[in-house]
């Protein structure tokens, strides 16, 4: 049971608009924690894609952007490509216990 | 451009010790920026943080390992190390090292290496 929820799968067309929700709690993201997102794919590791809650690093496509609202956070991908099939991560900071960076469970985008 | 890159063996037996080091190349281990983080991630399942480091030695740790889990660093060698005892088959995954901006997000990553935990 992860500390972030994400939800296991989400699909979408070629050229559509889809979102990956990221759900935490009041002692990491509704703390005022940030949230980072991942993007891994197929048998690669984990690649940084949105940090600082809606920052990109430099090369990722500005189709990528991400947001936050109080306990909760979103990645947002538009003009859906097959290249973007892959898993997708969110990340934060708890609080509680001493203090953890925490990962979401993991979302599997399908391009359909 | 920092580039890290785990080492180490890919079996280990029950009950014993894994043990892998990352190298960090293309920058300083002591930056004052960076902590450094491992990260595993189990055959088909989700990424889970173990724990991360300061170039001073501060650590912190997933409460969840804690008790089994030792991680330092060689500010000499520029690296890194992950120490993790009484290994079981549940700690079979591969093992990623990563740098850890102030806390915050991790960047970059290493390639991972996968650790087997079978006699």
């Known amino acids: 049971q992860s500390v972030l929820t994400q939800p296991p799968s989400v699909s979408g067309a070629p050229g559509q608009r889809v979102t990956i929700s990221c759900t935490g709690s009041?002692?990491?993201?509704?703390?005022?924690?940030?949230v980072h997102w991942y993007q891994q794919l197929p048998g690669t590791a984990p690649k940084l894609l949105i940090y600082g809650n809606s920052n990109r690093p430099s090369g990722v496509p500005d189709r990528f952007s991400g947001s936050k609202s109080g306990t909760s956070a979103s990645l947002a991908i538009t003009g859906l490509q097959a290249e973007d099939e892959a898993d997708y991560y969110c990340?934060?900071?708890?609080?509680?216990?001493?203090?953890?960076?925490?990962f979401g469970g993991g979302t599997k985008l399908t391009v359909l | 451009q920092l580039q890290l890159q785990e080492s180490g063996p890919g079996l280990v037996k029950p009950s014993e010790t894994l043990s892998l080091t990352c190298t960090v190349s293309g920058g300083s281990i002591s930056s004052s920026s960076y902590y450094w983080g491992w990260i595993r991630q189990p055959p088909g399942k989700g990424l889970e943080w173990i724990g991360s480091i300061y170039y001073s030695g501060s650590t912190y740790y997933n409460p969840s390992l804690k008790s089994r889990v030792t991680i330092s660093v060689d500010t000499s060698k520029n690296q890194f190390s992950l120490k993790l005892s009484s290994v079981t088959a549940a700690d079979t995954a591969v093992y990623y090292c990563?740098?850890?901006?102030?806390?915050?997000?991790?960047?970059?990553w290493g390639q991972g290496t996968l650790v087997t935990v079978s006699s």
């Open positions: 990563a740098g850890q901006w102030l806390v915050r997000w991790f960047d970059p």
């Open positions: 009041s002692s990491n993201i509704g703390a005022g924690y940030d």
């Open positions: 990340q934060s900071y708890d609080s509680s216990l001493s203090g953890s960076s925490v």
